[in-house]
């Protein structure tokens, strides 16, 4: 007998169909003589409907009232699962993330899990129950209720799996793994077979959908493999673990990410510390600064671009206005419509000419590149966001030729 972790993101329990599809594929398991703990987010949109009623009622709502309402949406998919099962004739008990014993800091929105305390998971599966939890979501030291951050039950599930030593952890989605670009906008991506947790992680924090990136790392923390497979289809799925076989493949993914705005400070005085100062302010007000370029220095100044969040802008500049006053910095521009988009695979360690490809693939479909940022095993362009889309495909069909 295994105990097994199985986690529905809301797209597999959009509806009363898909929640029985769900129910059923949770029984099966369980009807083999398997522990089965699983974890659900909310259904399909629930999330974005409860943030815009929110901002109806007050925009400026607390973050301690706004965890109170999201963690709504996963109570409702946990009771309907449960009620789903009861009705395949299975015994059930649904749990919210208190009662499944998820401590997190206190950070409302975003918070972090201290730890997770399964004794009442394990009573519950000791009953030959099957556990229904609800992910994103637990309480902090004032019993407050919290939530994990958009896309967080995929981190509640790896969590439980960690703790509770699971013999799998299976995130189930509505595509049917990790693909070597969006298989919804390149329809010649490739499902891969295995990826490492480094390739992974560096995927999901550049903009693939699949997994959220904490949990990834989570994963990696406590070596715990996932496999990531669709709840619509009986397909293998994609392992995602420490370890992967050699394949031929040089790089194991092209993502986007269109939530990116670039700054500029143009006419920086060219001397020691500014960029420390610069972005020191930034972190000081938990402004995370991503791709950074200096230009060489003119006249005695000097301009230097970052990029931030969308959801950052607006704080970034309020700060740099300040202090740009401070600075005698000319001028400061700003430009939302921008997109990162980046290769990553393990591969380009060890092979010259990755960059060189990338770019010649952009420079054939006439892309213009305002930043670069590379790393060992990923590489990012900034560039128009218009032209998002065609460079992804530009540089899948570099990579990955479409007569392969
Ligand atoms: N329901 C939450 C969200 O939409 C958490 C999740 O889906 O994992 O972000
Ligand atoms: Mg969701």
Known sequence: MSLIVQKFGGSSVANAERVFNVARIITEKYAEGNDVVVVVSAQGDTTDDLIEKANEINPDHSKREMDVLLSAGEQISISLLAMAIEKLGFPVVSLLGWQAGFRTGSAYGNARIKRVIPDRIRKELDKRNIVV??????????????????????????????????????????????????????PNAKKLEEISYDE????????????????????????????VLSS???????????????????????????????ISIIGVPDRPGLAFKVFSKLAAKDINVDIILQSIGRKDTKDISFTVTKGKLKDALSVLNDYCKILNAANIVYDENVAKVSIVGAGMESHAGIAAEMFEALYEAQINIQMIATSEIKISVLIDAGDADKAVTAIHNKFFPVDQ
Not at 202 to 227: C, D, F, H, P, W
Not at 232 to 260: C, F, H, Q, R, Y
């Open 133 to 186: 939890v609800a992910g994103f979501q637990g309480i902090n030291r004032y019993d407050d209720v919290t939530t994990l951050g958009r896309g967080g039950s995929d981190t509640s599930a790896v969590a439980i799996a960690s703790v509770m030593h699971a013999d799998l952890c299976q995130i189930y989605t509505d595509v049917e793994g990790v693909y070597t670009a969006d298989p919804r906008k390149v």
């Open 200 to 227: 992974m992680l560096e995927l999901a924090t550049l903009g693939a959908q699949v997994l959220n990136n904490r949990s990834v790392e989570m994963a990696k923390k406590y070596n715990i493999e996932l496999e």
């Open 232 to 262: 619509m289809t009986k397909k293998p799925g994609t392992i995602v673990k420490e370890a992967v076989k050699m394949e031929k493949m040089l790089i194991s993914g092209v993502a986007k990410d269109n939530d990116v705005a670039r």
